[in-house]
């Protein structure tokens, strides 16, 4: 098995990204060193792929060595371990329909 574990930063936050080939990715979220969260994600499951006025989410359905791997109604997007660690890092399905309904009221 190629488990992968890539190290990103943004701003304070320092995230690990592990990703297993076709099974899960795990994103464990530091601040200044200090552990705050790990969050895992398997193939089916869903996040965000994307965000602009509203945040985009679609079901996972490939992860490989160095991307995750999104279908977005007939075509596929692809994030790299880096974005998908700081997109989905404290990813919570409920709060983003809850925003995204709200924001849809005035755009």
Known sequence: MNIVTTTSTSGNF???TTLVPGSHVIVETFDEGRFI??????VGDTAEYDSFNLHYTAPIV??????V???VYDRKKRLKAESFA????NFNA????RRNAET???I
Do not use: D, L
């Not at 490939?62 to 991307?67: H, L, N, P, V």
């Not at 409920?94 to 329909?97: F, L």
């Open 14 to 16: 320092t995230y690990k």
């Open 37 to 42: 969260s790990m969050r895992k994600f398997e």
């Open 62 to 67: 490939a992860i490989g060595k160095t991307t």
């Open 69 to 71: 791997t999104f279908k």
């Open 86 to 89: 700081w997109r989905n890092w």
């Open 94 to 97: 409920a709060e983003i329909a």
């Open 104 to 106: 849809s009221q005035y």
